[in-house]
DNA sequence: ACCCAGGTGTTTC
DNA sequence: GAAACACATGGG
């Protein structure tokens, strides 16, 4: 299937002809969007599975860790045999341990970080690349922003697609996504609001990307 | 045994 | 600035 580079909604076609965006009832891709739980998700999933990323922050939970405070004042080493099944645990343990004292510090509790925090405050923590922050911005945050991932750039590259850098890409996408937001929203996702669309969009290309093109 | 997974930071030319 | 390398475990 040829996509006209200069049409972006041709990628929705595209998606829509693999049935990429149906069954969206289902509920939002990632669990407990909203909290800090995500935040620490991001980084632990780096370059891991997701079904590894479960088994730890069920640990985390189950020490009641997923809480700024906790997790800011934790032992390191605790902190890294809870988390060690992600892989690069201790580079994520230390991470995971500063960023939380940084909000703590910068912003004082979850509420206010999430109202407050800037995509640039976020690409600036030892641990958060463009994918990270944005995942947070979007599905922790629930801010307008469409993440971009390595199935994203995989699935545009099976379609000839060649983009400069991670941020042109994301551009494209994100114009094509609100040139087209009134039909999507109302073919797939009535009545919810435009960052959950991105959320939606985002994890329909995972899933794609899993699958395999 | 080999390869990959919902990346990021540092070093090096 | 881009390319190469380090980080590390678990599952196929």
Request: charged residues 25%; proline residues 0%.
């Amino acid at each position: 299937m040829k996509i006209d580079i200069y049409n972006s909604f041709d990628l929705l076609s595209f998606l829509k002809s693999k049935n990429l965006l149906a069954n969206c009832k289902d509920e939002f891709w990632w669990e407990n969007s909203g909290t800090l739980e995500v935040v620490i998700g991001a980084i632990l999933v780096q370059n891991t599975k997701w079904e590894q990323v479960k088994k730890a922050i069920l640990n985390l939970k189950s020490r009641n860790l997923l809480i700024l405070e906790s997790l800011s004042n934790i032992d390191l080493r605790l902190l890294e045999s809870l988390i060690q099944n992600c892989g690069f645990y201790r580079q994520k343990a230390i991470r995971l341990k500063l960023l939380a004292t940084n909000i703590i510090n910068e912003f004082g509790d979850f509420d206010n970080f999430k109202n407050n925090v800037s995509r640039d405050w976020l690409l600036n923590q030892k641990g958060i690349g463009f994918e990270s922050a944005d995942s947070i911005l979007n599905y922790a945050l629930y801010r307008e922003v469409m993440v971009v991932d390595k199935y994203t750039q995989k699935l545009l590259d099976s379609q000839g697609f060649v983009f400069e850098d991670y941020e042109s890409l994301q551009d494209w996408l994100t114009c094509g996504i609100v040139e087209n937001y009134n039909e999507v929203e109302n073919l797939y996702y009535k009545g919810i609001p435009l960052s959950k669309v991105y959320a939606r969009f985002h994890a329909k290309i995972v899933e794609f990307g899993k699958i395999g093109l």
